[in-house]
């Protein structure tokens, strides 16, 4: 789904003791791109993530998502947008300890007033899809950390959005581990079509995308445009 930031300013606190998160940001993202964000910690990486991902609201400027902007969506449009439109990706997974891998993933349907058997259907073919029809009936505590990744992927997948948002995804993942998930996420933008925008601080993880987008200070400061920064994935 292509979206663009037009001079989008997000500003924390007031007076002498505010922080510009984001400082007059102006991105495109192409429809089905895979996109990674890379700079120091600080520098605005997850502000706009939230923001393009409806968890945050920019002070100045538009978020526009297939057309519509969605920086000024009400409360209820925005979480309609975040639940439809938009898979996040957490370096901490946040999966629901006491819940089943074929639960957490079928949960966010029940939002949607999907029936049980239908959740539960559709839960274990995404499951299936992304390798884990093997670990359905696991809880989180007893998952290695690619399954846990892999199950918040699949949860992420669940109301097939259009927008899949990662910050940190291999994170807490080792360099093998990590390897696995990237190739799986590299997988569904080719084969589902769906725009990735994912944070890492690991240039390895970033060679999976096909554009990087470096932030300093609250401002893009590399990869703004679709042609620049462009390189094959390894
Ligand atoms: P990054 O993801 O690149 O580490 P962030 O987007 O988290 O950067 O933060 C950018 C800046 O905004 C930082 O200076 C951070 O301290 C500040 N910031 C982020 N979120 C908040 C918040 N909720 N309240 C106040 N300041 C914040």
């Known amino acids: 789904m292509a979206t663009s930031l037009e001079s989008v300013t997000r500003v924390y606190g007031q007076g002498s003791s505010s922080v510009k998160a984001l400082a007059d940001v102006s991105l495109r993202v192409g429809d089905a791109e895979f996109v990674a964000v890379m700079g120091p910690s600080g520098s605005g990486k997850s502000t706009l993530l939230n923001v393009i991902g409806a968890l945050d609201r920019p002070n100045r400027g538009r978020v526009v998502v297939d057309g519509q902007d969605i920086a000024r969506l009400d409360a209820r449009a925005a979480a309609r947008y975040r639940r439809r439109s938009v898979g996040f990706i957490f370096q901490s997974f946040n999966l629901l300890p006491r819940l089943t891998v074929l639960e957490n993933v079928a949960l966010p349907l029940m939002f949607e007033g999907v029936g049980q058997r239908e959740r539960i259907r559709r839960a274990a073919a995404v499951l299936t899809e992304i390798g ?43 360099s093998n581990t990590a390897t696995t998930v990237m190739r799986l996420i590299a997988d569904l933008n080719r084969s589902r079509g769906q725009t990735v925008l994912l944070i890492t601080h690991d240039l390895q993880v970033a060679s999976y995308a096909r554009r990087v987008v470096r932030m300093r200070d609250g401002r893009v400061i590399d990869g703004e445009s679709e042609k620049e920064g462009v390189h094959e994935a390894v």
């Open 132 to 174: 884990m029809a093997d670990r359905l009936g696991h809880r989180p505590p007893t998952l290695s950390g690619g399954e846990k990744q892999r199950a918040a992927i699949a949860r992420a997948l669940i109301a097939n959005p259009d927008l899949l948002l990662a910050d940190e995804p291999t994170g807490n993942l080792d």
